[in-house]
C-alpha cells in the first residue's frame, strides 16, 4: 500500500511538474537508490505524515516546519527535498491507513515504530494544540502498528510541559509507586 500511494505521487511528479528535478539516469529518483531500510523507512514517514497533517483539515505552517526540520535531520538536506515534494502529493491522495500500518508493522521492529509514533505525536503537537481528528488518527495509526495504548500515553506525555504527572506517565507509573517501581519502570522505558 505505501508503494501505491508514493508510486502514484512519484509518477504524478515526474510526469513534468513545474521545479520538479528531472530523474537520474537510470530513471529512478535518487530515493530509491538508498539503502532499502532507509528509503522504506522515508516513505512510510511521508505517508504518515501526511495522514497526520490531512486529519484536522489542512496542514499548518507549524507542521510543515516540523516535518522540514525532521526530514533535514534525517535524510539530509537533498533527500529532505526530494521527500517534501513526494508530501505535497501525497497529502493529494486518499490513504489506505490501516494497510500502510500494518505493512510497517511487518516491516518494522516495536522500538523502530515507538520512534515513528513519538515523530507523528510530535507532529501533531508541532501547532500548538492536537485537534480531536488527529489524536483519533494517532490512535488508529497506533493501534494498526501494535503499539499499546500505555505506550501511545507515554510517548503523547513527553509532549506536555514538564510535570510530575508527566513524568510518571512517561514511565508509565502510578504516581504512588514505590522508589523501587520507579527504577523498574525507568529500566524499562529505556530499553524501549
Same mark, same amino acid.
Given at each position: ?54 486529519? $484536522? ?40 491507513? &490501516? ?29 500548538? &494544540? ?20 500505555? $505506550? ?7 509532549? &506536555? ?32
Amino acid at each position: 500500500p505505501i508503494g501505491a500511494v508514493v508510486g502514484f505521487a512519484l509518477g504524478a511528479l515526474m510526469d513534468g511538474a513545474p521545479g520538479v528535478a528531472a530523474l537520474p539516469p537510470g530513471g529512478r529518483p535518487q530515493a530509491a537508490q538508498r539503502p532499502a531500510t532507509s528509503s522504506d523507512l522515508a516513505l512510510s514517514l511521508v505517508v504518515l505524515t501526511a495522514a497526520v497533517m490531512k486529519a $484536522d483539515g489542512r496542514p499548518s505552517q507549524n507542521e510543515l516546519g516540523h516535518v522540514r526540520k525532521f526530514f533535514a535531520q534525517q535524510f539530509g538536506p537533498q533527500h529532505s527535498a526530494e521527500l517534501l515534494r513526494l508530501l505535497r502529493d501525497v497529502l493529494k491522495r486518499d490513504i489506505p491507513l &490501516r494497510d500502510v500500518c500494518e505493512q510497517i508493522r511487518n516491516h518494522l521492529s516495536h522500538p523502530e515504530r515507538l520512534q515513528v509514533m513519538h515523530y507523528l505525536i510530535g507532529l501533531a503537537h508541532a501547532d500548538g &494544540r492536537v485537534h480531536i481528528a488527529e489524536r483519533e488518527v494517532l490512535e488508529r495509526i497506533a493501534a494498526n502498528m501494535g503499539i499499546s495504548q500505555k $505506550d501511545l500515553g507515554s510517548l503523547d506525555a513527553m509532549f &506536555r510541559g514538564p510535570s510530575p504527572s508527566s513524568a510518571y506517565a512517561i514511565l508509565e507509573v502510578d504516581p504512588k509507586a514505590s522508589d523501587e517501581e520507579v527504577k523498574k519502570a525507568y529500566r524499562r522505558a529505556a530499553m524501549k
